[in-house]
């Protein structure tokens, strides 16, 4: 009985074990490079990174650097941290609003039909993020098919010119390109909603905005911050999306730093800097998140 009892209980660890494993490989050990480049040297002639293994011999003087401009009279990267929070959180918002109610009707009102729409939903994901900008590129510029719509083809004078750096623009790119990430996840837990508790709420004489606010809203929390992190997570670390809908440093974002540093000679260790500070800012939004899931586990047990 006791040997059974020792059998069971590594069990469950070892499947774990390669979950485990594959963390560490493509996780811990990359994260553990990041931070040799970050406080890594420069070779004096071609300039290029020297990443220090041992933390005892670690260099702070490129992170020193990036943290000094920050903020104050030398931030010189504040303004594209601060724009980020803002486009990220704007976009977000945008891609809930757009989402959840295409979520909600799949769930709610697809009946036979839930295959089709969510494979039309998958779709986006066929085609790359890359093609799908540059559409929007050709869409967008001043002779393009935007501006012909907005002026009733050609009766009034409209010649936006949409890539010169607009922010709005470029927040159109985010939600347009991770507004599909959003809604599966949100479709998922509204799937997972008994309807009983629905129908049950609706026979006790609630009304239909009432039972939304007070039963399927509350029970979707938790895949709502899911695809809120899923969505946010990648766009802070978007740069792409603004080279080719803006390409002006105005709009320049927390990605965009850390592309043009790892692209520039000898700055590679600030781009790592970057990506650290990154990890940071984000860690406490995953920590609630999986907080906030537990706790939900444990109300549902």
């Keep these: 009985m006791a040997a059974g009892s020792r059998r069971s209980r590594w069990v469950w660890p070892a499947f774990a074990l390669p979950g485990v494993v594959w963390l560490a490989l493509l996780f811990l050990l990359p994260l553990y490079i990041v931070l040799c480049l970050a406080f890594g040297t420069l070779d004096p002639v071609f300039r290029s990174p020297v990443p220090v293994w041992n933390p005892l011999q670690w260099d702070f003087s490129q992170s020193k650097y990036v943290l000094t401009h920050l903020v104050g009279e030398n931030g010189v990267f504040g303004a594209a941290i601060w724009r980020t929070a803002v486009f990220v959180v704007v976009a977000s918002v945008g891609c809930l609003a757009i989402a959840y109610p295409v979520a909600y009707f799949v769930t709610r009102f697809g009946g036979r039909r839930k295959g089709l729409l969510l494979a039309l939903l998958i779709a986006p994901f066929w085609i790359s993020y ?3 900008m540059l559409a929007w590129v050709n869409l967008l510029q001043t002779d393009g098919l935007v501006n012909r719509a907005l002026s009733l083809g050609g009766l009034f004078p409209v010649h936006v010119d949409w ?9 159109f790119g985010l939600v347009y390109g991770y507004v599909p990430y959003m809604i599966l996840p949100l479709y ?3 799937d997972r909603i008994d309807q009983s508790l629905i129908e049950a709420a609706r026979d006790l004489g609630a009304s239909r905005l009432s039972t939304f606010r007070k039963v399927t809203l509350p029970m979707s929390k938790a895949a709502v911050i899911a695809s809120l992190l899923l969505v946010s997570l990648p766009m802070v670390g978007d740069y792409f999306t603004n080279d080719l809908l803006s390409g002006s440093p105005s709009t320049a974002m927390f990605g965009n730093l850390i592309n043009n540093a790892v692209l520039d000679p000898g700055q590679v260790g600030q781009g790592a800097t970057f990506l650290i500070l990154m990890f ?3 860690l406490p939004a995953m920590a609630y998140y999986v907080r906030s899931t537990r706790r939900e586990e444990g109300e549902t047990v």
């Design 163 to 171: 890539l010169n750096g607009r922010s709005s623009t470029v927040v």
């Design 280 to 282: 940071i800012v984000l």
């Design 130 to 132: 890359m093609m799908r």
């Design 188 to 190: 998922a837990g509204l």
